[in-house]
């Protein structure tokens, strides 16, 4: 069965470091994986996307990720944190079943950026 | 453009009333859509999905129903809400074919409900 597990619900970092949100994947065949993010009381809004094309995949305000299939992960990265970074990370797998796509969503992280 | 519209924004509403939360998609046909919640420290949970008028799929046993009565528009409903109803409900489109390549998830901006 396909999931992802996001590891830590907080994460807390300084103005200008390097943002790390951790996502691990489950799945029986080549994923597709999207990072979300979420301000408070919107919806979700993509970051990015890994089709297989290439494994560094890089999206909005900065940020990109690494799809490494020997460690199942898609960690998401930003070198420079900025304020308006703050909010809450997704990380989802999309697959098919019944002719149509499901997308399963991790728990989320939740990203604190500190002056 | 496409655009999805989901309201109302905010619903306080009392133990066993009924519910409507309805969601629209402009800008596209056939789209597959999505209901989810959200509730505190618990992610997105997927509820309902349907890839056409009348077919809706269900994810999770619950007190909560969808239906889809046009292409492009979305219900999910309750007849009788539990406090455990209460969440940040959220809308979802995806184009409807199976393509190649990443066929995203958009979401629209949510309906919070508070049921008391």
């Known amino acids: 069965a396909q999931s992802v597990t996001q590891l830590g619900s907080h994460v807390s970092v300084s103005e200008g470091a390097l943002v790390l949100l951790r996502c691990n994947y489950s799945?029986?065949?080549?994923?597709?994986l999207f990072w979300y993010v979420q301000y408070p009381n919107q919806g979700l809004q993509l970051l990015l996307k890994?089709?297989?094309?290439?494994?560094l995949v890089k999206g909005i305000n900065g940020f990109e990720a690494e799809f490494k299939k020997s460690e199942t992960s898609f960690h998401l990265t930003k070198p420079s944190a900025h304020m308006s970074d703050a909010a809450e990370y997704f990380c989802?797998?999309?697959?098919?079943?019944?002719?149509?796509?499901?997308?399963?969503f991790g728990t989320g992280t939740r990203l604190k950026v500190l002056a | 453009s496409q655009t999805i519209h989901q309201w109302p924004a905010t619903l306080v509403q009392p133990v066993g009333s009924p519910l409507s939360l309805e969601c629209t998609v402009e800008?596209?046909?056939?789209?597959?859509l999505y209901w989810y919640r959200q509730a505190a420290g618990r992610g997105l949970q997927l509820l309902f999905y349907?890839?056409?008028?009348?077919?809706i799929s269900s994810e999770v046993p619950q007190n909560l129903s969808a239906s889809r009565p046009q292409d492009r528009q979305f219900i999910l409903s309750s007849k009788k809400l539990l406090l455990s109803d209460s969440g940040f409900y959220l809308c979802?489109?995806?184009?409807?074919?199976?393509?190649?390549?990443?066929?995203?998830?958009?979401f629209g901006a949510g309906s919070r409900l508070t049921v008391l």
């Open positions: 979802a489109w995806a184009r409807g074919r199976l393509k190649s390549g990443a066929n995203v998830l958009t």
């Open positions: 799945s029986s065949v080549p994923p597709y």
């Open positions: 890994y089709t297989s094309a290439a494994t």
């Open positions: 989802a797998v999309r697959f098919t079943t019944s002719g149509t796509y499901k997308y399963i």
């Open positions: 800008g596209t046909s056939n789209p597959n």
């Open positions: 349907s890839v056409g008028i009348g077919q």
